[in-house]
Nanobody
């Protein structure tokens, strides 16, 4: 099972930007479909964005489309989430996750399909 480590979270004012990173401590991320999910206090973990192994296809939740960009650098074994125009409602713990199988554009949004998870990084957006 792949071991994932997120970084880059922090406190930012509304309208600001952050870039999250997710690195693998072992296996190559290039063999996995990768996703970002987030969980706010008292809420379920929700889909944010996902990217196929090659990076040619990306998927976004409606709430972040146009503001967030998922990307990957397989040579560096790293996944990224660039976040712009942050809002207080973006406050959550952000997790990266890995799936060895591409299951289609619908299932890629399903957190139960992802088998490898990081420990999360906190993003707090102040108003």
């Amino acid at each position: 099972q792949v071991q994932l480590i997120e970084s880059g979270g922090g406190l930012v004012q509304a309208g600001g930007s952050l870039r999250l990173s997710c690195a693998s401590s072992g296996r190559s991320l290039g063999t996995y479909v990768m996703g970002w999910f987030r969980q706010a206090p008292g809420k379920e973990r929700e889909f944010v964005a996902a990217i196929t192994r090659s990076g040619n296809s990306t998927y976004y939740a409606d709430s972040v489309k146009g503001r967030f960009t998922i990307s990957r650098d397989n040579a560096k074994n790293t996944l990224y989430l660039q976040m712009h125009t942050l809002k207080p409602e973006d406050t959550a713990v952000y997790y990266c996750a890995a799936d060895p199988i591409f299951r289609g554009s619908s299932s890629i949004r399903d957190r139960s399909k992802f088998s490898g998870w990081g420990q999360g990084t906190q993003v707090t957006v102040s108003s």
